[in-house]
Each structure stands twice: as C-alpha cells, then as structure tokens.
Nanobody, 130 residues
Framework: QVQLVESGGGSVQAGGSLRLSCAAS????????MAWFRQAPGREREGVAA????????SYADSVKGRFTISQDNAKNTVYLQMNSLKPEDTAIYYC???????????????????????WGQGTQVTVSS
C-alpha cells in the first residue's frame, strides 16, 4: 500500500523558513515524479515543485521559483521542500504527491497537474504571518 507521510509544517513569520519532508513507502520509489502541492482556503490545489526520482530533474511554479527548493534522499525514499523567504500568501495546506513517470516540466503544467497524480499524503499546514 502506497503511503506518503508529510511532516515539517508550522507557523512562521514572513521572511522565515520551513522545511517539509515527505516519506514514501509501499512502492518502488525509482522513476517516479514526486511533487509538492498547496491549497489555500477557497482556492484550487496547485503544484509548486516537482522532482523526478530517476534523475533528479526539478520544476517549479513561478510563484516560488528562487525561494523554494525541492530535493530528495533516495536512501530514505524521502523528498524535501525547503521554503525560504516565506510570504503570507504561501499560507496553505501543503500536500506531497507521487506518480510513476516524468514530471510536468513547464511551470504552467506543474501548477495545474493535480489530475496527473494518483497518490497523495494527508497534508501539513503552513502558516506565514505578516
């Protein structure tokens, strides 16, 4: 059974940093797209960062490029999202997602790629205060 377990959310002031973790289990971790999505109240769930576990290539939404970094530890089957220079508009529930195959490459495709992913974590809250 596929499991994605997120951790690392919390509350921080604007300009601060947080690191989210997503531990994957129950399936072959190789050659998958692992991604982070977020959903703010009243808004659609949007992709913010993705990494292909087979080669490490990454893609980012324009809204987080230069501030967020996605990375992986293959030995731990874990993906991370380092979030720096956080803004109040980054406040949302952040979800880890996974699917076999390549990742959406363009920022536009990544943002709207929710239907592509079949496996989801339970989400972790990130709150950024001004």
């Amino acid at each position: 059974q596929v499991q994605l377990v997120e951790s690392g959310g919390g509350s921080v002031q604007a300009g601060g940093s947080l690191r989210l973790s997503c531990a994957a289990s129950g399936y072959s971790y190789r050659s998958n797209c692992m991604a982070w999505f977020r959903q703010a109240p009243g808004r659609e769930r949007e992709g913010v960062a993705a990494i292909y576990t087979g080669g490490g290539s990454t893609s980012y939404a324009d809204s987080v490029k230069g501030r967020f970094t996605i990375s992986q530890d293959n030995a731990k089957n874990t993906v991370y999202l380092q979030m720096n220079s956080l803004k109040p508009e980054d406040t949302a529930i952040y979800y880890c997602a996974s699917e076999r195959g390549p990742c959406p490459q363009s920022p536009r495709d990544l943002v709207t790629s929710k239907p592509y992913f079949g496996y989801w974590g339970q989400g972790t809250q990130v709150t950024v205060s001004s």
